[in-house]
């Protein structure tokens, strides 16, 4: 099993920044795939950003390239979403997410809320 502890999140003004962190109870290079996922209300979650290990890749939803970075700390089993330039449409609850040996693994959420 993975446990995923998450903390950052918050109010921001439009324009502003957050960073979201994640840590995982494995080492990441164990795991899957490992990353962040957004649900606004009335919608579905879907993807952000997600790191695959395996091949060192980094993926990125079209609505946040070039505003929303993310990093790891593999000594710390981290992982970090730099969100800049944020936007009121990406408020929502953000999740950090790992699949380990196929199953899917989700944290607590956090909410991030962007003010026009």
């Known amino acids: 099993q993975v446990q995923l502890v998450e903390s950052g999140g918050g109010l921001v003004q439009a324009g502003g920044s957050l960073r979201l962190s994640c840590a995982a109870s494995?080492?990441?290079?164990?795991?899957?795939?490992m990353g962040w996922y957004r649900q606004a209300p009335g919608n579905e979650r879907e993807l952000v950003a997600r790191?695959?290990?395996?091949?060192?890749?980094?993926n990125y939803a079209d609505s946040v390239k070039g505003r929303f970075t993310l990093s790891r700390d593999i000594a710390k089993n981290t992982v970090y979403l730099q969100m800049n330039s944020l936007k009121p449409e990406d408020t929502a609850v953000y999740y950090c997410?790992?699949?380990?040996?196929?199953?899917?693994?989700w944290g607590q959420g956090t909410q991030v809320t962007v003010s026009s």
């Open positions: 997410q790992a699949k380990y040996i196929g199953s899917d693994y």
């Open positions: 494995r080492n990441i290079f164990s795991l899957n795939t």
């Open positions: 790191f695959i290990p395996s091949i060192s890749n980094t």
